[in-house]
T-cell receptor
Framework: DQQVKQNSPSLSVQEGRISILNCDYT??????FLWYKKYPAEGPTFLIS?????DKNEDGRFTVFLNKSAKHLSLHIVPSQPGDSAVYFC????????????FGTGTRLKVLA | DSGVTQTPKHLITATGQRVTLRCSPR?????VYWYQQSLDQGLQFLIQ???????AKGNILERFSAQQFPDLHSELNLSSLELGDSALYFC?????????????FGPGTRLLVL
């Protein structure tokens, strides 16, 4: 049972435009959500996180939105840059007492110059 | 650079063999997590250690085991390897296994079982 889903395996966006990556979850006990970026041959790099008590968190060009009622979060990148081309994973934790992360399968973002 | 190191970067071995993957957490981090990423899949949690003690187990096979040593580095042992064990294995660390604590990932070890 996939508790965290990223339904778009890939996304292409023009440089300078907004990239929107989506993530859905099923477990209402999740209370912490994160986005990681992964380049080939590297480990996931932490980008931004959000607690379930918030609905938005912003860090520079990156903003994460959380809609608890819809069990949906999204990552907005504005403006998109070619260096943003990578695989983006959303992750969630909470409720299990172990603080392990449950990851989605990733979305490959390609920013076109 | 996250500060988490993993060795080796690549490992090629045969079915039935045993391998050991090593992870050194960031300086000051007491908790280590192991994840497996198979082809086109998300990362799957395997096991978690905190200050030398096992804290949680996920989808870890009985053929796999891990430990965290007094210097806080961790090793993941994979035995009786099968073709399906070919994957990327990531280690992550955090200061403590706490509420809303961010985990930082190493570069991974790519294991290929032939």
């Amino acid at each position: 049972d996939q508790q965290v889903k990223q339904n778009s395996p890939s996304l292409s966006v023009q440089e300078g435009r907004i990239s929107i990556l989506n993530c859905d979850y099923t477990n209402s006990m999740f209370d912490y959500f994160l986005w990681y970026k992964k380049y080939p041959a590297e480990g996931p790099t932490f980008l931004i996180s959000i607690s379930s008590i918030k609905d938005k968190n912003e860090d520079g060009r990156f903003t994460v939105f959380l809609n608890k009622s819809a069990k949906h979060l999204s990552l907005h990148i504005v403006p998109s840059q070619p260096g943003d081309s990578a695989v983006y994973f959303c992750a969630a934790s909470g409720g299990s007492g172990t603080y392990k992360y449950i990851f989605g399968t990733g979305t490959r973002l390609k920013v076109l110059a | 650079d996250s500060g988490v190191t993993q060795t080796p970067k690549h490992l090629i071995t045969a079915t039935g063999q045993r391998v050991t993957l090593r992870c050194s957490p960031r300086s000051g981090d007491l908790s280590v997590y192991w994840y497996q990423q198979s082809l086109d899949q998300g990362l799957q949690f395997l096991i978690q250690y905190y200050n030398g003690e096992e804290r949680a187990k996920g989808n870890i096979l009985e053929r796999f085991s891990a430990q965290q040593f007094p210097d806080l580095h961790s090793e993941l042992n994979l035995s009786s390897l099968e073709l399906g064990d070919s994957a990327l294995y990531f280690c992550a660390s955090s200061v403590v296994p706490g509420f809303q604590e961010t985990q930082y990932f190493g570069p991974g070890t790519r294991l290929l079982v032939l």
